[in-house]
């Protein structure tokens, strides 16, 4: 799989398909509307994100990060064209027209909308808040200023900010000192040791969910990604929170966890249509089913390492 696809001809493709198939899978009023599709995405999500502290904070912060991580699962990676309209059609079933994803009034951007999220998420110094939910919901947030810098309204950058604080201390151990991730602006290396550390979780973890492993993919991927785009320094100032979360992980099950029966096996993978169509019409939950996905797709590219990709692979029937 390629993994990063331009996104114009995204675009273009996913106008076409719209508009081959007889039963729509957005409701658009224009040709133009369906051209900017992906970006539908991009905005109900920040919209989620900035809308979540004024209900569930944590569960409606996933759900708004889920739809830019799916935006970008899509655009990055060389997808099946029925997956992505399975994948928008998902998102119309079940929260694209709540309360959570309506409109904010147009406004003129923020100009340092990305700073002021990224002062939120450093406001919490060392601290691992809440399995490093901060840090990912604030890489979602700046991600989509960034794509779509109209988007970054006062009311919806101060909704943003206000969610980065929202998080609680979680489980914030003193790191293990044997914990030495690689800079995250080194992305190769620091895509590599994220990877290691989820294939141990996996493992560890076998029968008791995927959570630790899931979570070990997108917060280190977020940090990764701060790093890439320009925000090395609210990157590296989570590097003491993401040590203590991967100090948590390796500690494996702890006595009185519950038991979860885990997936069954499958050879199908998020990039194809039957993935998704077999998951059902409102098995999103809180959206894990895309966070885990990206951050696996965009960590597997970085880390360029054939023999770890297919260690992964083998075992991403767990996760996925």
Not at 83 to 90: D, H, M, S
Not at 275 to 278: A, F
């Given at each position: 799989?390629?993994?990063?696809?331009?996104?114009?001809?995204?675009?273009t493709?996913?106008a076409?398909l719209?508009a081959?198939?007889?039963?729509?899978?957005?409701?658009?009023a224009s040709a133009?509307?369906?051209?900017?599709?992906?970006?539908?995405?991009?905005r109900?999500g920040?919209n989620?994100?900035?809308?979540?502290?004024?209900?569930?904070?944590f569960?409606?912060g996933h759900?708004?990060?889920?739809?830019?991580?799916?935006?970008m699962?899509?655009?990055?990676n060389?997808?099946?064209d029925a997956?992505?309209?399975?994948?928008?059609?998902?998102f119309?079933?079940?929260?694209?027209?709540?309360?959570?994803?309506?409109?904010?009034?147009?406004?003129?951007?923020?100009?340092?909308?990305?700073?002021?999220?990224?002062?939120a998420l450093?406001a919490?110094?060392?601290?691992?808040?809440?399995?490093?939910?901060?840090a990912?919901?604030?890489?979602?947030?700046i991600?989509?200023?960034?794509?779509?810098?109209?988007?970054?309204?006062?009311?919806?950058?101060?909704?943003?900010?206000?969610?980065?604080?929202?998080?609680?201390?979680?489980?914030?151990?003193?790191?293990?000192?044997?914990?030495?991730?690689p800079p995250?602006?080194?992305?190769?290396?620091?895509a590599?040791?994220?990877?290691?550390?989820?294939?141990?979780?996996?493992?560890?973890?076998?029968g008791?969910?995927?959570?630790?492993?899931?979570?070990?993919?997108?917060?280190?991927?977020?940090?990764?990604?701060?790093?890439?785009?320009?925000?090395e320094?609210?990157?590296?100032?989570?590097?003491?929170?993401?040590?203590?979360?991967?100090?948590?992980?390796?500690?494996?099950?702890?006595?009185g966890?519950?038991k979860?029966?885990?997936?069954?096996?499958?050879?199908?993978?998020p990039?194809?249509a039957e993935?998704?169509?077999?998951r059902?019409?409102?098995?999103?939950?809180?959206?894990h089913?895309?966070?885990?996905?990206?951050a696996y797709?965009?960590?597997?590219?970085?880390?360029?390492?054939?023999?770890?990709?297919?260690k992964?692979?083998?075992?991403?029937?767990?996760?996925?």
């Open positions: 799989m390629s993994h990063f696809c331009d996104r114009r001809e995204f675009a493709r996913m076409a719209l081959s198939v007889s039963v729509p899978v957005f409701e658009f133009e509307q369906a051209a900017n599709a992906p970006q539908r995405l991009v109900l920040i989620a994100l900035a809308r979540a502290p004024e209900l569930n904070y569960n409606d759900r708004g990060a889920a739809m830019i991580s799916a935006h699962m899509c655009t990055d060389e997808f099946d997956a992505v309209a399975r994948i928008g059609q998902l119309d079933l079940n929260w694209a027209n709540s309360k959570l994803c309506q409109p904010y009034p147009d406004g003129d951007p923020v100009p340092d909308a990305a700073a002021q999220v990224g002062k450093a919490g110094g060392t601290l691992l808040r809440q399995v490093g939910h901060d990912i919901f604030a890489m979602h947030a991600k989509a200023f960034e794509m779509m810098p109209e988007l970054a309204t006062p009311e919806r950058t101060a909704g943003v900010c206000r969610l980065i604080r929202s998080f609680k201390p979680w489980r914030d151990v003193e790191p293990d000192p044997e914990v030495d991730p995250f602006a080194e992305s190769a290396a620091a590599r040791f994220v990877l290691q550390e989820a294939s141990e979780a996996i493992d560890r973890f076998a008791y969910g995927q959570g630790f492993a899931g979570h070990m993919l997108t917060f280190g991927q977020s940090l990764i990604e701060l790093a890439d785009s320009g925000h320094e609210y990157a590296e100032g989570c590097r003491t929170a993401f040590c203590k979360y991967v100090t948590v992980t390796r500690q494996g099950p702890q006595p966890d519950r979860i029966a885990p997936h069954r096996p499958s050879e199908l993978r990039e194809v993935y998704w169509n077999k059902g019409d409102h098995t999103l939950g809180l959206g089913v895309f966070k885990y996905p990206y797709y965009d960590l597997v590219a970085r880390a360029d390492d054939a023999e770890l990709a297919e992964l692979d083998a075992k991403a029937w767990r996760i996925f």
